[in-house]
């Protein structure tokens, strides 16, 4: 069912990204060409109403979290985005999809208070710790304090690597591993 025109734009549009961007992009698009396809729909033929029933379809029937859905739906809004710059198409039949709506955080990023909880009660029980070596990290001081923190061990010196929601942050020194 792929034509070389449909062949074309997929590789100009996974030209634009690289490395493991590309790959998730490809898998992204993937999905959207096999919904086209079981449904005998030329993609570069989509008008509006068939990619309401694709985010409809990825909602209700594939059960996606919003997130998914969103990320999924960008890819091939993308798609025609690029199809609509090189001349495929006059317009993007996703311009005026209506997209889901994703909360702004993720409920599933990071530990819950009591999985945290749970992994310093187990890290409290577990034998003597040894002393600083290198890579070494420790869950103590990946409690986060208005972002996410590890720890590591460089040159013997225990250091705590911050990362903030904006991604800014920095090392600062802190309790050896072994001291908590």
């Known amino acids: 069912m792929f034509t ?17 961007s ?16 079981q449904r005998g729909l030329d ?3 989509a008008r509006r109403p068939h990619l309401e029933l694709y985010i ?12 998914t859905v969103s990320r999924r739906f960008s890819v091939a809004a993308g798609f025609y985005r690029t199809c609509v710059i090189d001349g495929l198409l006059e317009h993007s039949p996703a311009q005026h999809v209506r997209r889901p ?9 990071g530990f819950t208070h009591l999985q945290f909880e749970a992994l310093l ?10 002393p600083c070596s290198e890579g ?22 225990w250091r705590t690597a911050r990362q903030s929601a904006a ?9 050896r591993p072994d001291a908590l």
Do not use: I, N
């Not at 590309?22 to 396809?37: K, P």
């Not at 709506?101 to 990023?109: A, D, F, K, Y």
């Open 56 to 67: 409809r379809w990825m909602q209700e029937v594939r059960r996606f979290k919003p997130s």
């Open 101 to 109: 709506s994703v909360p702004p955080e993720s409920p599933t990023l």
């Open 43 to 45: 993609p570069l033929a």
């Open 136 to 157: 070494r990290s420790a869950p103590a001081l990946l409690a986060p304090a208005g972002g996410s923190s590890g720890g590591y061990c460089t040159g013997g010196t």
């Open 22 to 37: 590309r790959e998730h992009t490809a898998s992204d698009l993937r999905c959207f060409l096999a919904w086209c396809a």
């Open 167 to 175: 991604g800014t942050g920095g090392a600062e020194r802190g309790p």
């Open 4 to 20: 070389d025109q449909l062949r074309l734009a997929v590789a100009a549009y996974l030209a634009r990204f690289k490395g493991s």
């Open 121 to 130: 009660t187990a890290a409290a029980a577990s034998p003597a710790p040894r």
